[in-house]
């Protein structure tokens, strides 16, 4: 399995960007999905995961919307009103679907929010 991220960059407050995040083989079909971040100094945390259910930490819920292309073997962050405090390392994730056991880690992209 493989998880490769694209997308991140340096925005302005209030800016957008999409997160993408390309995996390999049939990963959708075997575990849950989902991004997490890390911001220096602080642990890593859970953003937003698609499962039965979709989930999303209540600091991004209503900005940040997560899908996914089974077709393509895609997986999306779209991050609208960024905020500083979005300012991370963001990883795409593969987990199991009874817990939130992480099997599979990509290798991130920085997120920069400027004030």
């Known amino acids: 399995v493989q998880l490769v991220e694209s997308g991140g960059g340096l925005v302005q407050v209030g800016g957008s960007l999409r997160l993408s995040c390309a995996a390999s083989?049939?990963?959708?079909?075997?575990?849950?999905v989902g991004w997490y971040r890390q911001a220096p100094g602080k642990e890593r945390e859970l953003v937003a995961r698609?499962?039965?259910?979709?989930y999303y930490a209540n600091s991004v819920k209503g900005r940040f919307t997560i899908s996914r292309d089974n077709i393509k073997n895609m997986l999306y962050l779209q991050m609208n009103n960024l905020k500083p405090e979005d300012t991370a390392m963001y990883y795409c994730?593969?987990?199991?679907?009874?817990?939130?056991?992480?099997?599979?880690w990509g290798q991130g992209t920085q997120v920069t929010v400027s004030s």
């Open positions: 994730a593969a987990t199991d679907f009874a817990s939130d056991y992480v099997r599979y």
């Open positions: 083989g049939s990963i959708f079909s075997r575990y849950a």
């Open positions: 698609i499962s039965v259910r979709t």
